[in-house]
């Protein structure tokens, strides 16, 4: 492929019309391969006068995939070198990519622009639509579609708020997550975290595992979590590339059926969807089994490119990454908020205040059920225990920072293992177990409507039933009254999506109609209900409330973004 003359941006008025900008928006449609998404990229890198933030959105319906656009951008340059290290599995949806430390963002809309053009949220300085025939540049649909999602001239700075400073309560993975994409963009962040430490309470888990949700109907919650599963590891290898470890095994996840129906109903979406290998593949259990290195019950899906992350490592590397911009507050309870002239003050139990500024984010879990401005949310309580089982006797797999490329099959070859040792890889079906680490197999987990906290024998004997049900030679092996675990209660939403977004009023009269927006809390938002999938809810979530905060274009579709939104339930009038 020859590569764009880096004039291209400058038939766009490029890089004039940015001057003086804090962030600048544009959208393509026809993504060329990401090579005027590169010229532009080239052009901010140049210009001393650059804007913070350059946000580029670019529609494609037959995307190439990261092999076919290595090739058209060979000799590769460092940016396209970058631009293919970081290309997503082409499957459908939004897809958020970040470059030059955060500062700049390519969103890749894979879908018909007929469909993707209305389902955009943001507002946009440019467009470039030199993909596009006369006849789809004159069509009315598409013109309707540009004079929505235009800026107003000289907008007032991409919509920042003009004093950035925020408060996040809570260090679990979803507070963490929210303290970074804010203090990333130049923010002053305060977290505040009751405990000594990061990822101490629901995120403290020794592992959590990651892989995605697929559904024969394209659910809501399939759709938003294919996207945030492939975001999560795409910032697993930004974090690491930026010199922020983090402990975590792309061994892949074998997720078994649970019956011969949906057996068949995993062969249907895999063959029907089109999914790509690398994202997903059916095998039986022969295939399994060598795997996994152990006998597997039956046939399923195997998601080469997921795995397991160390919680507390994550965490870590995210307080890390937001740098001096964060000021990090452990050992420290809020237990009011109270209005200010200047937002919220934030208040300890002795009616201490401890911060007072214009934004905050409540990220607590279930400690938003003890303020009062959120108490209405419907977050309920389930409680979830963890087996530890011990792996004597067998050496582990080597769980390193993330780096390198993800493997589509993993071969340690023969044929099928005659005798039952732990899996190399996760594996799952009604639970799931991950591989040793630190002498020390993940066995999970049980999820019931409980606030205790307790460990319970009960649990640790449901827990093997459930590792019968995927590798039934392992099913005598562990003695339940003998085993560790632990602990974790998880908020969780009625539908089962997370709540990310303004913090909506608890009541309102009169009830606004259909169309208006539910009156909100001014300056205080909510990201929590991620449930049992938190470390793959959270990275996506984060960035989508910074979006909203900061007034940025969304990195999903406006559709999930209102599916999503804490308001949705008091359309529902189940607060």
Same mark, same amino acid.
């Given at each position: ?47 001393? =006068? ?28 460092? %940016? ?40 955009? @949220? ?7 639509? /030199? ?7 004159? %069509? ?60 101490? @309470? ?14 024969? /109907? ?21 974090? !690491? ?20 129906? *949906?057996?068949?109903? =995993? ?9 790509? $290998? ?77 911060? /007072? ?6 990220? *607590? ?6 303020? @009062? ?28 920072? +993330? ?16 005798? $039952? ?8 079906? @009604? ?9 020390? $197999? ?8 409980? *606030?205790?906290?307790?460990?319970? !024998? ?12 995927? +590798? ?75 979006? =909203? ?27």
């Amino acid at each position: 492929m020859s590569h764009p003359p880096l004039d291209l941006p400058g038939r766009h008025g490029l890089p004039e019309r940015w001057a003086g900008r804090d962030s600048f928006a544009i959208l393509e449609a026809g993504c060329a391969a990401g090579a005027n998404f590169l010229a532009t990229w080239q052009t901010w890198r140049d210009d001393p =006068q650059r804007p913070q933030r350059l946000h580029y959105f670019c529609i494609d319906a037959a995307p190439p995939d990261r092999d076919e656009l290595t090739r058209q951008h060979q000799p590769l340059t460092e %940016s396209a070198a970058q631009l293919c290290a970081t290309w997503p599995s082409i499957v459908s949806g939004f897809h958020r990519l970040h470059f030059a430390g955060g500062r700049v963002s390519l969103t890749l809309a894979i879908g018909d622009i007929r469909t993707v053009m209305p389902r955009i @949220e943001g507002r946009f300085d440019a467009f470039i639509l /030199d993909g596009l025939s006369p006849a789809e540049q004159s %069509s009315p649909a598409l013109r309707e579609d540009l004079l929505w999602l235009a800026a107003e001239p000289q907008a007032n700075q991409g919509g920042q708020p003009k004093h950035r400073r925020a408060a996040v309560i809570g260090a679990g993975i979803a507070g963490v997550s929210c303290a970074e994409r804010l203090a990333q963009r130049g923010w002053e962040v305060t977290l505040f975290e009751r405990r000594d430490g990061p990822a101490a @309470e629901t995120s403290g888990n020794r592992q959590a595992v990651m892989l995605p949700v697929l559904s024969v /109907d394209e659910t809501r919650l399939a759709r938003l979590n294919r996207v945030a599963y492939l975001y999560v590891l795409r910032q697993l290898a930004a974090l !690491v590339e930026a010199g922020h470890p983090v402990t975590w095994d792309n061994c892949g996840v074998f997720q078994i059926a649970r019956h011969a129906d *949906h057996s068949r109903k =995993q062969q249907a979406i895999v063959a029907n969807q089109q999914l790509p $290998a690398e994202f997903v593949q059916y095998l039986d259990a022969d295939a399994a089994s060598r795997l996994a290195g152990t006998p597997v019950s039956d046939g399923g899906w195997w998601f080469p490119q997921a795995g397991w992350l160390s919680p507390l490592s994550l965490c870590q590397a995210l307080l890390a990454a937001a740098g001096a911009n964060l000021n990090f507050r452990p050992a420290t309870e809020i237990t009011a908020l109270a209005p200010s002239a200047q937002g919220w003050q934030l208040l300890d139990s002795n009616g201490t205040v401890l911060w /007072d500024g214009p934004t905050v984010i409540l990220a *607590h879990a279930h400690g938003l059920r003890t303020l @009062e401005q959120s108490a209405h949310l419907p977050l309920r309580c389930f409680r979830g225990q963890v087996s530890h089982l011990p792996a004597t006797g067998r050496p582990e797999p080597s769980a390193a920072p +993330l780096g390198g490329s993800e493997p589509i099959l993993r071969a340690w070859g023969g044929n099928p293992p005659e005798s $039952a040792d732990l899996p190399r890889c996760v594996v799952c079906r @009604e639970g799931y177990i991950a591989p040793p680490h630190d002498g020390y $197999a993940g066995l999970g987990a049980t999820f019931q409507r409980s *606030h205790d906290t307790e460990m319970h !024998v009960e649990d640790h004997q449901s827990n093997l039933a459930r590792l019968t049900a995927m +590798l039934p030679e392992l099913s005598d092996r562990y003695d339940a009254t003998q085993l560790k675990g632990r602990v974790g209660l998880r908020p969780v939403s009625p539908d089962k999506l997370p709540m990310v977004g303004a913090l909506p009023l608890a009541s309102c009269e009169p009830r606004p109609a259909a169309h208006v927006e539910w009156p909100r809390w001014p300056g205080l938002f909510v990201a929590s209900g991620y449930g049992a999938r938190g470390f793959v809810w959270a990275p996506l979530m984060a960035e989508l409330l910074a979006n =909203q905060i900061c007034g940025e274009p969304l990195p999903i579709e406006a559709e999930l973004a209102a599916a999503v939104d804490p308001a949705r339930f008091s359309w529902k009038g189940t607060l």
